[in-house]
């Protein structure tokens, strides 16, 4: 049998995946092929008369035949980039999303040039506290996650970006922080999806673990958890700012007043949907 060149291989790909149902195919069959060849995405177009190899070919194949049953791309490749920075994922995680880079944005605005500590709960990968820390070298902050492997990623990814103001525990969210003084500002991305979704049967989610997507009371238990007790972490006007669905903004906002956060107010995401909530802690009224 005579191999494929890359462009063939892209083409069939491609068809294979259209006729799938996955709408990003030719994107996806160029990501898949880049990442058997370990080349970056300008070689097909450089070289796309290329023979693959037998090794290749059937390595493609494998990955193709994975993608078809809908595993999303990120953990096939076992990496995804996050404020522009090449993170790895597993199974373990959610896989991070665009939208999150908003919060990150809205927690730089709120980080100030003095020295001082954050706090990113649920973490996973480690992505937002990773990018925080990428872009605040004299803050230190915290990740923690209740799985282990997840902790375990987050330092793995802090080692390879060389990043060494960041560290991982392991713990339900403010546990393992009990000793740890006070945060200027705590962030998160907790699980918020509400398990009658009907979003949680169709794409990447599918392949993501329900621990990292899904919250109790409607999706809200985690956001009002979060909230509650970040007051007795956070540092005289430090702030919270927590990300949730798009129709959750007047909900979170409600929590967070009723527990007498300030300024309390609500951003979109690139897309203009409600996506993260913030407010500011003033005092220390220790709270129940
Ligand atoms: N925004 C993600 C989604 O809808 C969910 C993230 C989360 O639950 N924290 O797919």
Redesign the pocket.
């Known amino acids: 049998m005579s191999l494929p060149c890359l462009q063939e291989s892209l083409n069939t790909a491609t068809q294979r995946l259209l006729e799938s149902g996955i709408d990003s195919a030719k994107l996806d069959a160029s990501v898949l092929l880049c990442h058997v060849l370990q080349k970056p995405r300008s070689y097909l177009l450089t070289w796309p008369e290329k023979v693959l190899t037998e090794a290749q070919y059937q390595d493609f194949n494998a990955l193709m035949a994975r993608r078809i049953k809908g595993e999303p791309i990120a953990y096939i490749t076992g990496e995804r980039e996050f404020w522009s920075l090449a993170l790895n994922v597993s199974p373990t995680t ?1 896989i991070p ?1 665009p ?1 999150t880079e908003r919060l990150v944005e809205l927690a730089l605005d709120k980080i100030g040039s003095t020295p001082g500590k954050g706090l990113d709960l649920g973490t996973g990968t480690g992505a937002i506290a990773l990018a925080l820390a990428s872009e605040c070298p004299h803050f230190e902050f915290i990740g923690v996650d209740i799985q282990d492997d997840a902790c375990v990623l987050a330092t793995g990814n802090a080692n390879k970006l060389g990043i060494k103001n960041a560290r991982f525990l392991q713990g339900s969210w403010f546990d393992p922080v009990a000793d740890e003084g006070r945060f200027q500002i705590i962030v998160s ?5 509400d398990e009658h979704d009907p ?1 949680l049967v169709v794409g990447d ?1 599918r392949f993501e673990p329900d621990s ?2 899904v919250a109790a009371d409607n999706g809200l238990a985690d956001l009002r958890h979060i909230a509650k007790h970040a007051r007795n972490y956070l540092a005289d006007g430090g702030w919270l700012l927590m ?1 949730h ?1 798009f129709e959750q903004g007047e909900q979170t906002r409600q929590i967070l007043l009723d527990m007498g956060y300030q300024l309390v107010s609500t951003e979109q995401d690139y897309a203009g949907q409600d996506r993260v909530t913030l407010g500011q802690f003033k005092g220390r009224n220790e709270c129940t």
């Open positions: 959610l999303r939208d991305n907790p699980p918020y999806i979003h989610v990292a997507l990300e669905g």
